[in-house]
């Protein structure tokens, strides 16, 4: 498989706090590669550098030919970016918000449909999406932003906590989503720390805390390198 | 510009809201409905005014003053037969602004040459500006009995002279000069007239700007609290792009908010103003001064009002910036509003290009003072300085764009933040 993403020692520091201390790891065409770890470890700020939101303080990070700090605009043409605490502006209309954010990728109108078809069909809120987005749940919107961030097919996408606040039957919804798009061919980088969803979720994954990785690989490899029965436990025994 | 013209789409439906066209409209036609309220008392006011009057005298003399202030805009209510209390308490429950109580043997004291005294009585029915008119009506009710009286007497003892020519040998033929020009006028007229054709431009100017401004520093702000800027930050559009329809969609409907209340402003204070009407010759005057507007005078207001909008929209969106949410958002358009006032308040109350150095420097330092001082100087046809104010606003903006395209293009987007008076928050997601 291809690499997509390659970052390597990558470091950054806001004035005093310092997020990262030197991650490093490849992200492959087609595999879910995930971040685990908890609140405060490094994980939205290595998404979040990897989505040309953020620049390392040191280090490099490249996506494909790309330098991500030379060549952002490139970038962000295949990648796609699924925040935490996304909104979607709530005085558009589904529809109308998707056909918005089809508009900047796509190079031909029938281009454009075809990504907003591909997102309808991802949302299944039929309907609804004739409504103004601020009337929508938030299992809904979290289906229209994941649609938005899959609708384009990208090269990488990027999801910070792709299941968050939703019910378990969205959650599992969600999830079938990013592993049917995975083996269609889009690299996935995601961060979680629910460590269960991980392991169904991913090929690979990368334990983070306090701005390090302290141990790579799937999740198999894991758990039976440190004798653990799942990755909470072999998050536990990396600590120590 | 595909992309770009679909971000500015967006901007535009986000910024003009229903909720925002309807708040105009009502505002307009307010200020139409007050507007047209006020021009009809004010039109009540400096119409024919009735004053009741009581004559003890009912002389030939008496009687001949009423006829001519009959003749001079008022109408005499006589209240004859009646008490002075009657008199008072009829004209208190009647329409009349004033009484004149004109005493026994007033006809012979003008005889005698002697000076006498007669009571008036102002009904003061209201407190507004047009109700408070009473005293006016009185001074003009007293003038145009002096001059019945005093016209009378002359005509009696020089039947061939002129009263007028008595009363006032001396007049003047006033000329005023500005720069080059000269032409026949009363400079208070001229500046009168001037000032009222004028007090709309500071007011139009600063709604404009500050208009714009609070848009732009909403639309930032309500990116972040919507917590939809990351991913706007994520898709493929310049930066450059963004701040741009951001500032271009606000400069839009921040003018057209402008205009709406600028069109409902000016239907009021046509009301307040409806007595001052130009007189054609003064009109004529003012042409010949070079004192009204040609169209390159608009191009070129248009031009520093055009970049003062810039200047205003660029400072708000680096505010825009610091906002966490739309609240302080609010708080923090509090400095360009404040900078604006100064040469407002400035150009209403005085003259710019008088003020002494230190003051003149700090007020031509604000961008935004240009277009105030480029009205002024539209007059004096100084246009020298007008295109050195509208260099210094394009020297001004291009400083602010490339600040506020380098916060745009870094982390301070999201990292840059105020906190009013709160400790900054230990643990962040990272």
């Known amino acids: 498989m291809s690499v997509v993403l390659t970052v390597q020692d990558l470091k950054k520091t806001y004035g005093k706090l310092t997020a990262l201390q030197g991650v490093s790891f490849e992200v492959h065409a087609g595999e879910v590669f995930a971040l685990i770890g908890p609140n405060g470890a490094g994980k939205t700020t290595t998404l979040r550098i990897a989505a040309t939101l953020l620049t390392a303080s040191s280090g490099s990070i490249r996506f494909l030919e790309y330098d991500l700090r030379k060549e952002p605009d490139k970038v962000r043409e295949r990648i796609s970016y699924l925040p935490e605490e996304a909104g979607v502006y709530k005085n558009m209309k589904g529809m109308q918000y998707l056909r918005f954010m089809a508009d900047f990728y796509a190079a031909t109108p029938a281009q454009e449909k075809e990504y907003v078809d591909r997102a309808v069909a991802i949302t299944e809120l039929g309907d609804r999406l004739k409504d103004k987005v601020g009337t929508y749940s938030k299992g809904m919107t979290r289906k229209i932003l994941l649609a938005r961030a899959l609708m384009t097919k990208p090269v990488l996408a990027i999801l910070d906590e792709p299941t968050s606040g939703l019910d378990v039957l969205n959650a599992l919804d969600v999830r079938a989503m990013i592993r049917r798009y995975a083996k269609e061919g889009t690299a996935v980088l995601l961060s979680s720390h629910n460590m269960l969803e991980i392991e169904y979720l991913s090929d690979r994954l990368a334990l983070v805390d306090k701005g390090l990785i302290l141990d790579a690989g799937t999740p198999g490899e894991l758990k039976d390198k440190h004798k653990a029965a799942n990755l909470e436990e072999v998050f536990r025994s990396s600590l120590r | ?430």
């Open chain 2, 1 to 430: 510009m595909k992309k770009f013209t679909n971000l500015l789409k967006k901007e535009i439906r986000e910024l003009l809201t229903a909720q925002l066209l309807v708040s105009l409209l009502f505002m307009m036609a307010l200020f139409y409905f007050i507007g047209d309220v006020t021009k009809r008392e004010v039109a009540k006011a400096s119409g024919t005014q009735t004053v009741a009057v009581l004559d003890f005298d009912d002389s030939e003399a008496s009687r001949g003053i009423l006829k001519g202030m009959e003749a001079e805009r008022f109408a005499v209510q006589s209240m004859a037969g009646k008490t002075k209390e009657q008199a008072i308490q009829a004209s208190k429950d009647g329409d009349a602004k004033v009484l004149l109580v004109i005493p026994k043997g007033f006809g012979q004291s003008l005889t005698d040459f002697q000076v006498r005294e007669i009571e008036t009585y102002s009904f003061m029915r209201n407190f507004s500006m047009v109700g408070s008119r009473t005293s006016a009506i009185l001074k003009g009710v007293l003038t145009a009995m002096n001059n019945v009286i005093s016209d009378r007497f002359l005509k009696a003892k020089i039947p061939e002279s002129n009263p007028d020519s008595i009363k006032n040998p001396i007049k003047s033929r006033d000329y005023v000069v500005v720069k080059d020009k000269m032409a026949e006028g009363s400079a208070v007229q001229i500046a009168q007239l001037l000032s009222s054709q004028t007090i709309f431009i500071p007011v139009i100017l600063m709604m404009i700007i500050i208009y714009s401004s609070q848009m732009v520093i909403t639309t930032v702000a309500m990116e972040k609290q919507n917590k939809t800027l990351e991913t706007l930050l994520t898709v493929p559009i310049r930066r450059t792009s963004i701040i741009t329809a951001k500032m271009l969609a606000a400069g839009l409907v921040g003018l057209l908010s402008a205009g709406i209340y600028m069109l409902g402003f000016r239907s009021f204070t046509g009301g307040m103003t409806s007595g001052l009407e130009a007189s054609s010759g003064m009109t004529a005057a003012m042409r010949q001064l070079g004192l009204s507007f040609s169209t390159s005078g608009y191009v070129f207001l248009g031009i520093s009002l055009f970049f003062a909008i810039l200047c205003a929209l660029a400072i708000s969106m680096i505010l825009g910036v610091l906002a966490e949410d739309f609240r302080s958002a609010q708080s923090l358009i509090m400095p360009v509003v404040l900078i604006v006032m100064i040469p407002y308040f400035i150009s209403l109350f005085a003259d710019l290009n008088s003020l002494s150095l230190p003051v003149k420097i700090l007020v031509m330092a604000i961008p935004f003072s240009h277009p105030f001082l480029a009205v002024q100087n539209l007059y004096l046809q100084n246009y020298g300085a007008i295109l050195a104010g509208i260099g210094y606003e394009v020297v001004v903006f291009a400083v602010l764009v490339l600040i506020a395209a380098r916060i745009f293009s870094s982390d301070k987007i999201l990292t840059m933040k105020l906190h009013w008076g709160k400790k900054r928050a230990k643990a962040t997601t990272v």
